[in-house]
Structure formats: C-alpha cells, structure tokens
C-alpha cells in the first residue's frame, strides 16, 4: 500500500513590508520614514563604511581585496559598472546593514523577464533579532519583478524559507580521485594501511578511464581566457524551465575578471560552433587538501555537458586533487553528473533557494519551472 505523503508545513506567515517596518523601526530606535529615507544605493563614498561593516564578517584569513570586490561587483553610482546595485541602511550616523542586487534576465516559456538576485546581506549584532533582514529583502522585492535567493548559511537559509517560492534544492554530488580522505573520516585504521589505499585509488583508476571510454566524440575542449562579447550562452535546445541569459561579455566580466575567487574556464566545440563551456576552482578543504569545485557551466545537450564533466576530472587529476565537487539542481544535470561517475552525498539536505514576486501569479509560474542554478549564484564563500 503506497502512502500518501504529507504536505509540506507552511511557511511562517511575515508581516507585511509597511507593517514590519514600522515594527523594524521601533526596535531599531527610528520611526518608519527614516527607516525608509535611510535605505539608498550605495556610491563611492559609502565604500569605506561598507567595507569596515563587512571586516566585522568576514572569516579570519579572507585572501581577496575586498575593495576591489566590491567595485567589481556593484555600480556604486558608476554608469555601465558592476552587476547590480548594493543597497546601504543609514541609521544613527553608521550604515547599519547592506543588501545587494545582482541583475537576473530570464526566459520562461519565451518571455523575457529581468529580476534580482539577492546576496550580501548584512546585518549588525545588534539589529539582527529586529527583522531588518526580512524587511531588506522584502524592500528589494518592491524594486524588481521578481526577486530569487540562494540560501548560504543558517540566516539566509531561514529568510529564504520563510519569505520565497521554494525551488529544488541545490544537492552535492562528489567524483572521488583519492578514497583516503574520505576513508579516513569513516574508518581510520583501514585508512592508515597503505596498501589497501593503493588498491583503491588504483580501481578508482580503472573506474575514471573506463567512464572515459563512454565519452561523446565530435568535440573538441580547450582552455580560454577571452570569450566572444557577441557569444550567448549555450543551453539545451527546446528544454523547459527558467533560463538565464547570459552574453559572452558578462561571463567574461562575471568569470574571468573576478578579484575574490579565480577560475579557470574551458570551452567545448562541436565543430565551430561553441556547444559548452564550464568554469571550476582548485580549493583547499579542511585539512588543506586540493578539491576541484565547478562553479559554472553552460550546454546546448547532455552530450555536452558530459565532455566537459570528464574535462574537469582530467584536471583534477593532473592536479592531484582529492575529488570533483558540483551542486546540481536540476535532475537532468544530475543524470548526466551519474553517467560521469559523481556520486550523490547520502547526508545531504541540499542548499535551499527560492523565488518570490509581488504577483501572485508570476510568482506561481517561476517556482513551478525547472531551474538549473549554478555556484555562480552562490555568495557563501567567505562568511
């Protein structure tokens, strides 16, 4: 007998944007107006506070310049610069907390839309048990068609749940190089027997290039560092579901020019025509061991992507990497990421993420759409 499962419990219900406003407002010491006059794109000149806010969050040993972070990636006043616009709460002479926006054009069923991705949050220790968080999220949503949200740690997690549609998880799937890592955290007396990991890696071995014999034929992939301004980005022909459109100019500018973590990129071709492209990162994990992590990826099918999977994992192993690590949303990337050999973490709740608009109805026609959500549009590293 098959169980019926049971509906998902719902959301808490979050006041209304003026309403948690005026609440937001007398916790913070403010009345509503000047809660709402404080809130403004950031310039050049709030740089210096935004950036002694966000030393107050960032882990300790941050590698990247954070100035030049932040000018890469926002306007801050400047024409034709950045991404989207970080917002600034003023309040008792001191930005309180910041919230940026990242431009999100859209296809659904052959409409063009632009909305928002919302990212950097912060909020001050002492405004954090005040909704402030909700209450920036739910002012970005009355600026944009529709605003999505990633969930990176247990705060933005919690808005996300609380405040948007719910998407598919983003869920971990690994292709280990290397079982001693992982051996080690299960069962450390057969990880300090030499020869029983050498057996391993070396099936492992044989595992990898007979995966590789089964790899599509009729592409050729090469490392770039310049991109086509006029390319757009591959993706699978007639598939359904949200795509984002992205141009040759900004994956340059978003992949390639990025001061807080550098990729490497590399293109796929099927004949002369650009059939997928995909960006990764080498990464230490806890104990300071390489791991390859793909952050992006575009495709015009799954024989493509398939190609660029085994791409990353010769790298890898040129780089004597521990494991290849991918989040995957979408089930047919996941099936692809199965024929390459990744294996899907059995612990693994997924990272949650959402969409949310002021109609109803578009709202509706966005979360029931199939998204294929990259790292790209995950802000977790660093906080």
């Not at 808490?12 to 509503?32: I, N, Q, T």
């Not at 591959?234 to 990025?258: C, E, F, I, K, T």
Request: charged share 25%.
């Amino acid at each position: 007998m098959t169980e019926t499962p049971r509906p998902a419990a719902p959301a808490p219900r979050v006041p209304a944007h003026d309403k948690l406003g005026r609440l937001v407002a007398r916790s913070l010491g403010l009345d509503e107006p000047a809660l709402r006059e404080g809130l403004r794109p950031a310039t050049l000149d709030d740089l210096p506070a935004v950036l002694a806010l966000r030393r107050e969050h960032l882990l300790p040993g941050h590698q990247w310049d954070d100035d030049a972070y932040l000018r890469w990636r926002y306007r801050l006043g400047r024409e034709g610069a950045g991404f989207g616009e970080l917002w600034c709460l003023r309040a008792h002479g001191r930005v309180l907390a910041t919230i940026g926006v990242e431009d999100l054009p859209v296809d659904i069923e052959g409409q063009h839309l632009t909305g928002a991705q919302v990212m950097d949050l912060l909020v001050r220790p002492e405004a954090q048990e005040s909704g402030l968080g909700i209450w920036l999220n739910q002012a970005m949503l009355a600026r944009h068609d529709f605003t999505l949200a990633v969930g990176a740690n247990t705060n933005s997690a919690g808005i996300v749940r609380r405040l948007f549609e719910p998407l598919a998880p983003r869920l971990t799937f690994t292709h280990p190089l290397d079982l001693g890592p992982f051996v080690r955290r299960r069962w450390p007396a057969l990880a300090a027997t030499p020869l029983a990991m050498r057996v391993a890696n070396a099936g492992l071995a044989l595992r990898r290039l007979a995966l590789r014999g089964r790899r599509p034929r009729g592409f050729t992939v090469a490392s770039t560092t310049r991109l086509d301004p006029t390319l757009a980005a591959p993706r699978p022909r007639a598939a359904a579901g949200v795509h984002l459109r992205h141009s040759g100019a900004y994956l340059q500018r978003r992949l390639l020019d990025n001061p807080r973590r550098p990729l490497s990129l590399r293109v796929a071709r099927r004949g002369d025509t650009v059939a997928g492209l995909i960006a990764w990162a080498v990464e230490a994990d806890d104990l300071g061991r390489p791991e390859l992590h793909l952050v992006d990826w575009h495709h015009d099918g799954n024989e493509a992507l398939l190609v660029l999977l085994h791409e990353a994992l010769l790298e890898a192993a040129a780089r004597g990497c521990t494991c290849v690590r991918v989040l995957l949303q979408d089930e047919a990337s996941q099936r692809v990421a199965a024929r390459a050999g990744f294996l899907p973490s059995s612990d693994d709740d997924g990272r949650p993420c959402g969409v949310q608009s002021r109609d109803a109805g578009l709202a509706a026609r966005l979360a029931g759409a199939p998204w294929a959500l990259t790292d790209l549009h995950d802000d977790a590293d660093g906080f």
